[in-house]
């Protein structure tokens, strides 16, 4: 993937064992990326990976149900899936990574297709439609912007290392790394 669009400036990822080691560390000082982790045990972070993943397992039941080899039709799922438009960027995944649009099978409206967007229109629709999905989040949720500082005592949730432990809240002074 570097090879063929080049080094990205920031790679996302989970908290998964490969991602920890110090030999991906290391390639990452070398390629010249920062590599931010997910939060853990918050699926939220990840919001687009996690979409992803879930249409692919949808993908997958839908092909057992089906008894069709989901190896076999993987590529054809990925092809639709990649000149499915985005509901955020208004335009499809492959357009938004090449400013072309991928050839289908697939019969067009004519009209429907406004052409190549720029990058920063992409980049416009894709923060608008974050910022909506943010409000929407925030209002569910009953959020309120914290009043914390620096210094501050909070309750800081200690992870599980086990199903079997409790969950504990303990004291801690808020500070900055």
Request: hydrophobic share 30%; proline share 6%.
């Amino acid at each position: 993937m570097f090879a063929s669009f080049g080094t990205p400036s920031i790679l996302k990822s989970d908290n998964g064992a490969p991602f920890n080691e110090e030999n991906f560390a290391s390639y990452a000082r070398k390629i010249g990326f920062t590599h931010r982790k997910i939060t853990p045990l918050w699926p939220e972070a990840n919001g687009e990976a996690e979409r992803f993943v879930r249409s692919l397992n949808k993908f997958v039941h839908t092909c057992q149900s089906e008894s069709l080899n989901w190896k076999h039709e993987l590529p054809d799922f990925l092809r639709q899936y990649r000149a499915t438009p985005h509901n955020s960027t208004k335009i499809s995944p492959h357009e938004a990574l090449t400013c072309r649009r991928m050839k289908t099978s697939l019969p067009e409206i004519l009209g429907l297709h406004q052409g190549s967007k720029s990058a920063k229109n992409i980049s416009e629709n894709d923060y608008s439609a974050e910022e909506k999905q943010k409000a929407y989040s925030d209002d569910r949720r009953n959020a309120v912007q914290h009043k914390i500082q620096m210094g501050d005592k909070v309750l800081v949730r200690q992870p599980k290392l086990n199903k079997l432990m409790y969950t504990t809240l303990q004291p801690s002074s808020l500070y900055c790394h």
